[in-house]
């Protein structure tokens, strides 16, 4: 792809859209970068595009988004908002961020899909393929911008990279060596017009480009994505929980097993992946699939899922104080990441629940809540909601601060308990991403003890 003396429009300013443009400017392209929020909610970013040397506009989009010869969308910027719309209409290509990095990359892409499980599949994956003696690099979803590090790759190497629903919405040629699909729950149905269809589309499209050369690895348990019928020319494996395998991995008694054509290629024990809870044994299946299609050792594999410590704000456990445990989960921005996360304990949980709303059902969780949680609180702009679903079957108290949520669980709770951050929400309300929310979940609990 040939970028020079290209103009090229960029929408959105912050992590992907920013290193859009640096890869545009460094390919002899002329980027312009624009942004629909005011100055001052960027500034950061701003700050970083003006040093670059690279030209930007915010609070608008002007009609100078138009004068190029190809736009680069960010994932954060809606495929039906009306810059977009009237991009279409003036038949301008369109690219996501992700598609277009992928049209640089010399090394090969591992990419990892799902409503859940993606972060921590994702590092798991950079960290067995590194720790066993190869080169991969986290990107996408997760650490850097995938368009941040792709020309750093060389043709041996690996990009583990984490792939959101909305990075795929413009996906035309991207073909990754293997692509995984973990799960689909209903999540970010206000972006997908309420429609679970729409969404699981989205994410059935990473898949679509992929070569006879190529690996397609799917979770055979899921009932939403075996209700699609999966078209594609790549080698397709699975994992499951549940059922034996012909052609994938499984767990048999106290081992998983990985078999090609009926024969056992890899064998390790449950007790060999680190991390707790049925999800992540689901999730190590995936990267063991991955790890014995790249050739990676069956001792290196499993040495590396016995050393892996999780990934932060995804059940991180912070501290315990006076008996009772605190654990932050804030990377759980849906109800289903809260259904495993309440199955991951059998100590009563205090947990807190809220935030921005994504057309959010709780029923899904309603019998793990009345089993296992002795008191909500409720927090954020969908704090009433909460009050409102479950207050019939729980206590439920409305704060109006993290800080007033943790130091309110203080007082409640007794030795033995755990107090949860597992909010199922979005956290743009009161924060400026999930990390952000759960770092002040974790400074709440060590003020605890000042």
């Known amino acids: 792809m040939d970028l020079q003396n290209k103009k090229i429009t960029i929408l959105g300013a912050e992590r992907s859209g920013r290193a859009a443009a640096m890869l545009v400017k460094t390919l002899g392209g002329f980027p312009l970068v624009s942004d629909h929020a005011e100055e001052k909610k960027i500034e950061k970013s701003l700050a970083i595009l003006k040093a670059a040397g690279i030209p930007f506009e915010a609070g608008q989009h002007s009609e100078k988004v138009f004068d190029c010869d190809f736009i680069i969308i960010s994932p954060g910027v809606p495929s039906a908002s009306k810059v977009v719309l009237q991009a279409k209409e003036k038949n301008i290509p369109i690219l996501g961020e992700l598609e277009f990095a992928s ?17 921590t599949t994702t590092s798991l994956m950079h960290h067995v393929i590194n ?41 035309e040629k991207f073909n990754p060596f293997i692509s995984m699909i973990l799960n689909i729950t209903p999540d970010h149905m206000n972006r997908y017009d309420h429609s679970l269809e729409n969404y699981a589309q989205a994410k059935l499209s990473i898949f679509k480009n992929q070569s006879g050369e190529q690996i397609f690895i799917k979770n055979a348990d899921d009932e939403i994505l075996n209700k699609f019928q999966l078209e594609t020319n790549a080698a397709v494996k699975e994992f499951s929980l549940t059922k034996e395998l012909q052609n994938g991995a499984f767990v048999s008694g106290e081992k998983i097993i990985y078999n090609e054509n ?85 100590e009563p949980l205090f947990l807190i629940l809220g935030g921005q709303d994504k057309g959010n059902d709780y029923e899904q969780i309603k019998k793990l809540v009345e089993k296992k949680v002795k008191k909500i609180y409720a927090i954020g ?20 601060s993290m800080e007033a949520c943790v130091k309110a669980a203080n007082q409640d709770t007794r030795e033995g308990d755990i107090v949860l951050l597992s909010p199922a929400c979005a956290s743009f309300d009161m924060f400026e991403n999930y990390e952000h929310r759960g770092q002040v979940f974790k400074q709440a609990v060590e003020d605890l003890q000042k």
């Open 103 to 119: 049209r640089f990359c010399l090394g090969k892409i591992i990419a990892i899909t799902g409503t859940n499980g993606k972060t």
């Open 131 to 171: 720790l066993s003696g190869r080169k991969s690099y986290a990107a996408g979803n997760i650490g850097s911008a995938f368009s941040e590090i792709v020309l750093d790759v060389k043709e041996d190497e690996f990009v583990s990279l984490e792939v959101s629903s909305f990075q795929l919405d413009f996906n």
């Open 262 to 346: 009926g024969k056992a290629l890899f064998t390790c024990g449950i007790n060999d992946i680190s991390l707790p809870g049925e999800h992540n044994r689901a999730n190590a299946m995936a990267v063991i699939i991955a790890a014995n299609c790249i050739g990676l050792p069956q001792e290196k594999i499993i040495e590396e899922l016995r050393s892996f410590q999780g990934v932060e704000h995804r059940l991180e456990f912070v501290k315990e104080i006076n008996g009772v445990k605190y654990v932050n989960d804030s990377k759980a921005t849906n109800v289903d990441s809260v259904w495993y996360a309440l199955r991951s304990f059998n």
């Open 381 to 400: 702009s969908s704090a009433e909601l909460v009050f409102k679903f479950f207050h019939a079957i729980v206590k439920v108290e409305i704060k109006d």
